[in-house]
């Protein structure tokens, strides 16, 4: 049965990668906006998530309380809009390749906040690894010159809000989680969020030529970008190791990487490639730590 929690996180992982190409695709070649598309995004999931929980026999029925009610709506507009937007933006200006990776450093603002809040203990191990992590993230753009950065300046900017906001998606929901299901709060989060968006960007606006093909783009961002990965991941839980699931969406950034190389001729540097190897490697290691108990 862990091989099965493996090939789920696997698939969560690589469906997640296959998201931010297929997002690049539009953006690229049919000048979709980073707006429009977390607009949709956001709500049409929301929907599909929040319908799907409502069809479990075993889902919780629990009303919310005012207090939870703020920290859900903190969820959608911070949390779940926030890393959705500021990633789609950061692929718009770096490619889907450098804005996974640096959405990818989220862990490591994950395990400052447990440490600065006393949930954890730090060690010399930790901060080393923590280091070679932002060494990797200097490597990947600056290519090793400090005078120069390699990549767009609003993509590496929305890049890194992409990590923090994603550890605050994962850190601030966690009594919500335990009370309401992850199911439920996720749903809930990204319909909220995608109609909060709507007086922004209305869905029904898109701004650019909808054909078939980026018809096609946009709703398999929405399934197998955003409600199937969710729903993988989530079950692989049922069969491995929260710790071990999260060590699995290394994917991600390693098959957005190569399919930007083979759909888009991006090039990377080799001390680029270095700097992706010591980040992936370094929040790996982290992570492991990071779910040992503290003694």
Known sequence: MKGKGVALACSAGSLWALSGIMCQLLFEQYGVSPEWLASVRLLVSGILLTSFHLTQKQRVRKKFTPKDLIGLLLFSLVGMLGVQYTYFKAIQYSGAAIATILQFTGPIFIFLFLVFNREKKINLLEVFLLLVTFGGVFLIVTEGQLQSLNISQMGFVMGILSALTLAFYTVQPRSLLVRYGEMR???????????????????????????????????????????????????????????????????????????????????????????????????????????????
Do not use: C, Y
């Not at 390693?254 to 490639?273: C, D, E, G, M």
């Open 185 to 295: 709060i996720a749903g809930l989060g990204m319909l909220i969020a995608g109609i909060v968006f709507q007086p922004i960007q209305p869905l029904w606006r898109p701004g650019f030529q909808l054909d078939a093909f980026s018809l096609f783009l946009v709703i398999s961002i929405i399934i197998f970008g955003t409600a199937l990965p969710f729903l993988f991941q989530l079950s692989s839980l049922r069969f491995i190791e929260a710790s071990l699931a999260g060590v699995l969406t290394v994917v991600e950034p390693i098959l957005a990487t190569i399919l930007s190389v083979l759909l888009f001729h991006s090039h990377f540097a080799p001390v680029q490639l270095m700097g992706f190897l010591l980040v992936i490697g370094s929040v790996i290691l982290l992570t492991r730590l990071s779910n040992k108990p503290v003694t």
